[in-house]
């Protein structure tokens, strides 16, 4: 069964492959580090986008997304020539640790199963 993608889902996925070729070869923003644009969703009126993007170094964060909210304007603006759309949306930059708190919460897990494998075997 095809399943029908709305306007707003489509130009957020668009938005994102955009935003993701944008940020490595245009920005030269030291503050930048690496970031990986990981989610775009677009509002249903399609006049603002949130944008969920991670970094490598959790420290770096804070400056990226001021690097990124700095950048907002001009990346837009790119963004809003290579889509064809009436209205581009207006970028907010959020980031995004959820694979980070899922990696303390897999190693505070097992070392809890650890523990209690040797709690057993005594």
């Known amino acids: ?31 930048l580090g690496m ?33 990124l909210n700095h950048a907002s304007g001009f990346l837009q603006r790119e963004i809003g020539k290579s889509i064809k759309a009436r209205v581009t949306p207006r970028l907010a930059f959020i980031y995004d640790d959820t694979d980070i708190r899922g990696r303390q919460l897999s190693d505070l897990i097992d070392s809890a199963v650890a523990s209690d494998k040797v709690k057993a075997n005594h």
Do not use: G
């Open 35 to 67: 970031p990986s644009i990981l989610e775009v969703e677009v509002s249903k009126d399609l006049a603002h986008a949130r944008v969920y993007f991670s970094v490598l170094n959790p420290e770096d964060a804070e400056a990226c997304l001021e690097a």
């Open 1 to 31: 069964m095809v399943k029908d993608y709305s306007r707003s889902e489509r130009l957020a996925s668009q938005i994102q492959r955009e935003l993701a070729s944008l940020v490595q070869t245009e920005l030269k923003d030291p503050r």
